[in-house]
C-alpha cells in the first residue's frame, strides 16, 4: 500500500510538470505532429489559422490532407475559413 502512495505521488508530479495548458488547441481535432507545427508558427487560435490559406497550412511539417480536411470541418463548424489564396 506504502508503495502505491509513493507512486502516485511520483506520477503527479511527472505530470503536473508536463502539462502545458497551451498544448490543448485542436486538441482531439488533429493529430500532435500537426498541432506541434501550428504551436511552432505561434498559431494558437481559428482567428489566427484564419489568416493563413490552406496551401500555406499544407506547406508545414506534420500536416497532410487528412489534417486539413478536419481543420477545415473544425474551422467551419465554428463559422471561420482559410484566407483565400
Known amino acids: 500500500m506504502i508503495n502505491l502512495v509513493i507512486m502516485s505521488k511520483s506520477l503527479n508530479s511527472i505530470y503536473t510538470v508536463n ?4 498544448d ?3 486538441l ?3 493529430a500532435v505532429p500537426a498541432r506541434r507545427a501550428l504551436r511552432k508558427e505561434k498559431i494558437d487560435s481559428l482567428e489566427k489559422l484564419s489568416d493563413y490559406s490552406e496551401k500555406e497550412i499544407l506547406q508545414l511539417h506534420g500536416f497532410g490532407k487528412n489534417a486539413i480536411m478536419k481543420l477545415k470541418d473544425h474551422m467551419k463548424e465554428h463559422q471561420m475559413c482559410f484566407k483565400e489564396a
Open 19 to 22: 502539462y502545458d495548458p497551451e
Open 24 to 26: 490543448e488547441f485542436l
Open 28 to 30: 482531439g481535432v488533429i
